[in-house]
């Protein structure tokens, strides 16, 4: 039941951002909070380009900055950010439209205007060296970001990204391209699908809980759909971007990964100068949620490597 559990509360981060009160929201943000302390982080806030950006912080050392993906969240990196905190000092925001993060409908969410605001976060934050990694969408902005500004970024880590057009299609882009999003909640079936598509062993959750995430996913579904449009509206393919990337390239995918399909991997490696790969068995799109620890090691290690 522990592990049960413990499976549950690291998928919870991935559709939620914050809830309150006691009863099942406030044992959530009971064991969120702890989960944050135990891997050494904290909240904060700053307003950067109009936005108000929430993130976690923590750890020391160089500096590593960590990008969720597309409906996620900066918790998606925090059992992950356990394995790390005693040797990097870390930096996990919420990207704006996610999370506890600002959501300005008159915004644009598009990849480049998001590689944007991540760097004036970061210079508000007076970092101007680190090392860079994201998640699906959170790749895809870590890999633009590494073209834009290549003296800034001392290593690229790419999970499961999205973006690239020469990949075969995955099981969710084949039904993207029919104008089902099936990461839009709009009921507890959605919910299920979700959990299908993201993971190879969906996790358990007591019914209680999952009523609350139902009810929290369906409300996100609107600002969700609004940014994969602005995505859209503005698309960005990888491919272009690749042979730019000077920094080593850490690749990271699930072998079971039904949103993104491993075939990018292939198309990473034929266009990436310095790369090395990693393909973790029996492991869906989040490898930082389904395997922190395992993921985390891989990541390690690569860092270890690029001093």
Known sequence: MKKRW???????????GAVSCLSPESLYRAVIDGERKSAGLSKFNI??????????????GETVVLLHG????????T??????ESRYHLVIPDIPG?????K????SYDVESQVDRIDRFLEVLKIDRFHLAGNSMGGMIAAVYATKHPGKVASLALFDTGGLQTAKKSEFAARLEKGQNALLVNSEEDFDEVLRLAFVEPPYIPASVKRIMVVDAIASADF?????????????????YLPMIQAPVLILWGDADRLTDPSGVYVLEKSLQVYRTVVMKDTGHLPMVEKPRESASYYVDFLKDCH
């Open 6 to 16: 413990t499976a549950f509360f690291s998928f919870f981060v991935i559709l939620t």
């Open 47 to 60: 307003q950067s380009d109009g936005h108000r950006i929430v993130y976690l912080e923590g750890g020391k």
């Open 70 to 77: 597309y409906t996620g969240n900066k918790d998606n990196w």
């Open 79 to 84: 059992r992950f950010a356990r394995s790390m």
């Open 98 to 102: 996610f999370g506890e993060s600002s």
């Open 104 to 107: 300005l409908p008159e915004a």
């Open 224 to 240: 969700n759909r609004k940014i994969l449009n602005d995505m859209v509206s503005r698309p960005v393919a990888l491919e272009p």
